[in-house]
């Protein structure tokens, strides 16, 4: 009985490994050789498109920016009077994104970079004042850095105009923190929110507490500030220089 048992087992055994190299014979190998040839097709025809435009060539991989240099870049596009020579598409474009509401014809804007600690600061004529936070290069949130920029260029140069704490909180057709980091991994901290007793300490108990959440805008390098320049790709299809520029600075985010 035992032997018989075994010799059961044996041929059992026999029948999976027949199974099993069949299996590797007819379908395993076959798709193999198809994923290889689709794999040499692949490189060839990318190495042929490089020929032909030098698409592994971006400037950005010689020269990686840093958090400042990504600021100025950024400023440059959404300077009117930039180097760009398009005037206001870039920064009407971006606004659209935002949400903010302007006059196309007679607001005027003003865009510095890395002026007061303040990353990116856009503002118009009409009173519009936009923040942006830029943490390009993952930098960690300083204690009360949203607040207190906040209260400096929104709450206290408005607060004859509206005595309600809460003036340019409301108001995010005009007013906008925007907190800018590579991705969703990074988010502000809620001690960069928070206020404290060092920014008006006379009036501090009229001030609120932290700035809520959904004050303080996400965006993205690799989701929104790529999808807003390739929105913008086609309006330069004759502009070589330019569009260049665009498509690499979209191709280091879309990489990292």
């Not at 060839?44 to 020929?51: D, F, K, L």
């Not at 509206?162 to 809620?190: G, R, V």
Request: charged share 25%; net charge negative.
């Amino acid at each position: 009985m035992l032997l018989e048992g075994n010799l059961d087992n044996l041929e059992n055994l026999l029948k999976e490994f027949q199974y099993l190299h069949q299996n590797i014979v007819l379908e395993t190998i076959p798709k193999n050789q198809e994923l290889l040839k689709q794999f040499f097709e692949l490189r060839e025809n990318h190495r042929t498109e490089n020929q032909k435009k030098s698409i592994n060539l971006n400037i950005f991989n010689y020269f990686q920016p840093n958090e400042t240099m990504h600021s100025k870049l950024l400023a440059m596009l959404l300077n009117p009077l930039g180097e760009h020579g398009q005037g206001n598409v870039f920064i009407h474009s971006f606004l659209n994104k935002l949400g903010i509401k302007y006059n196309s014809e007679t607001d005027k804007w003003k865009v510095t970079a890395e002026i007061g600690r303040i990353d990116i600061l856009i503002k118009s004529t009409s009173g519009h004042i936009i923040i942006i936070e830029n943490k390009s290069n993952w930098a960690v949130d300083q204690d009360s850095q949203l607040y207190r920029y906040w209260y400096k260029e929104m709450y206290r140069p408005n607060l004859n105009k509206n005595k309600d704490p809460n003036y340019t909180l409301t108001a995010t057709e005009k007013f906008q923190i925007i907190y800018l980091a590579p991705n969703l991994n990074k988010t502000p901290s809620e001690y960069s929110l928070k206020k404290c007793s060092l920014i008006d300490p006379e009036n501090i108990d009229g001030l609120p507490e932290k700035l809520e959440d959904h004050h303080v805008k996400q965006w993205t390098f690799k989701d929104n500030i790529v999808v807003w320049l390739e929105e913008q790709l086609p309006l330069f299809n004759q502009n070589h220089r330019l569009r260049e520029y665009l498509l690499q600075y979209i191709e280091l985010w879309k990489t990292n």
